[in-house]
């Protein structure tokens, strides 16, 4: 073990100021390919002072990878121990061994940056923000030596974005720790990194780049008008990539493009993975259950035979139970939303909202319960139509009118009318304000939203304020997220 220390110390110690493109040998570049691929793939070369030097760094961030890809997808808690303790152990051996290089500085940036990403999927939110600050100090410092350095991005970019998402709660760790971001920004560096390494060396990264995009997107509340961008770069990977596959589907599942959606996760000519994708399962549920498919209750069924981790678990047994109140089988209803309450963790907003619909022990009303899943995905006529034969005294119980209303305005706001819609919204923002759901601080956001794209920042102003006023609801996180990144937005205009 004490030979081998030597080794590394000796080899870290003569790794050059490598200003120019490092370019990986034809075994590294088909060791990270395969990793991008979830292949399950042996390391093209151990540790020994015969390497050529400037590989170390940079065989510990594909190793790291590849173990992060399958902790990320399994979340077995196995893994998740293996993983966090590689992952401290390669943190060890470059710190104690410090190196000028832009490779060192980004290596380290990204292993603990990776780290927090594990440590959020499993609730360690303020070990994840420390790692986070480390990650910032590092990548920050990696800039300002080696400004040209072309990697810089992909880590500012994950770092920029993940403190924008920082829930509120945690403000005070990123106020303590000097961190500044936002999801915008984050998002505009790392679609910057991949326009600057297109045909380069370092455009091998774009698909990592474009699996980070897409996990800081699905788990926060952007705004971003950059779907369109990101998914022009993963349209055409997603038949050669199953990751590349999940991102996609991922990305157009959270705006609304059900229909594609559907096309996405019946791609035929992808090739198969080693690591198991159960995620994808509950992807392609989503996609099935936004078009009312009952064939959705396969794939929810599978992701929870198999899959190890707890994020997701609630939500895909309150989907089950809504598949089977739409096909007007209450018994399986109350079956699947009772495990709501027992099965899974709650730190997602999926699945807190989850747990609250089984809380209240109120079966959601079915036409109500169609519009809104027609809306998530995309198919706004189809949910209109279902709305507008709805009339409010057909509506029992008490939220059902103010749940009406508010899916009414959303659906006028989609089919550009906008006025009828903004009507709408101030009668669920008056009327909603003591409920503990999301629709009257959402229809804030959304008048907010739609004075903002008139020009009439005062009011947008004002809107965007009473949304934050409301407190104690659903989804509160991802409401007030987007709130607050508006005022910005309005304060930098």
């Known amino acids: ?22 370019w990986l040998p034809n075994n590294y570049l088909a060791y990270y390919k395969n990793i991008l691929l979830l292949k399950e793939s042996v390391p093209p070369e151990k540790f020994s002072a015969n390497m050529p030097l400037e590989r170390v760094p940079q065989l510990i961030y594909l190793m790291d990878k590849q173990l ?35 490779w060192y500085y980004f290596v380290l940036a990204e292993l603990h940056s990776q780290r927090s990403l594990i440590l959020v999927n499993n609730g360690d ?56 971001g936002s999801l915008e920004q984050g998002l505009l560096e790392l679609l910057e990194c991949i326009k600057k390494n297109k045909g380069t060396p370092h455009q091998l990264f774009e698909e990592e780049i474009l699996f980070t995009i897409t996990n800081i997107w699905n788990l926060s509340a952007s705004d971003s008008n950059q779907f369109s961008v990101i998914q022009n770069y993963l349209t055409p990977l997603a038949s050669q990539s199953k990751l590349m596959q999940y991102c996609l589907l991922t990305l157009q599942l959270k705006n609304g493009k059900g229909i594609h959606a559907l096309s996405t996760a019946n791609i035929k000519s992808v090739p198969p993975t080693d690591v198991p994708l159960y995620l994808f399962d509950y992807r392609a549920g989503l996609a099935l259950l936004y078009n009312l498919d009952n064939t959705a209750t396969a794939p929810f069924l599978n992701f929870l035979k198999n899959y190890q981790g707890k994020n997701l678990i609630k939500a895909a047994y309150q989907k089950l139970a809504w598949i089977s109140l739409i096909h007007n089988d209450t018994k399986a209803y109350h079956y699947y939303i009772s495990q709501c309450l027992v099965k899974g963790n709650d730190l997602l907003d999926d699945d807190k909202q989850a747990a609250e619909e089984a809380k209240r022990k109120v079966i959601p009303n079915v036409k109500l319960l169609k519009a809104r899943l027609l809306f998530d995905g995309g198919y706004y006529d189809q949910a209109l139509e279902i709305l507008v034969q709805t009339l409010p005294p057909q509506l029992r119980h008490g939220n059902d009118s103010l749940e009406y209303h508010y899916r009414l305005a959303r659906c006028y706001l989609k089919t550009n009318q906008v006025e009828r819609s903004a009507l709408l919204f101030r009668k669920v923002m008056d009327t909603g304000q003591q409920s503990s759901l999301h629709y009257a601080p959402n229809a804030a956001l959304n008048l907010g939203q739609i004075y903002e794209t008139q020009g009439n920042l005062l009011l947008a102003k004002k809107y965007f304020e009473k949304c934050l006023q409301m407190k104690n609801h659903d989804y509160e996180n991802s409401i007030h997220q987007k709130a607050k990144a508006a005022l910005k937005r309005l304060a930098n205009r």
């Open 125 to 180: 939110f303020i070990s994840a923000a420390m790692e986070l600050r480390k990650a910032f100090k590092l990548a920050s410092k990696n800039k300002a030596i080696y400004p040209s350095f072309s990697l810089n991005n992909k880590v500012m970019g994950l770092l920029h974005c993940a403190i924008g998402a920082i829930p509120p709660n945690y403000n005070w760790l990123k106020d303590l720790s000097g961190m500044e």
């Open 1 to 22: 073990m004490k030979i081998f220390v030597i080794h590394i110390v000796l080899l870290l110690a003569a790794i050059i100021n490598t200003s120019g493109t490092v």
């Open 68 to 102: 992060f890809f399958k902790t990320f997808f399994t979340d077995a808690p196995l893994l998740i121990a293996e993983y966090k303790s590689a992952n401290a152990n390669s943190i060890k051996m470059l710190e104690q061994n410090v190196i000028e290089s832009e």
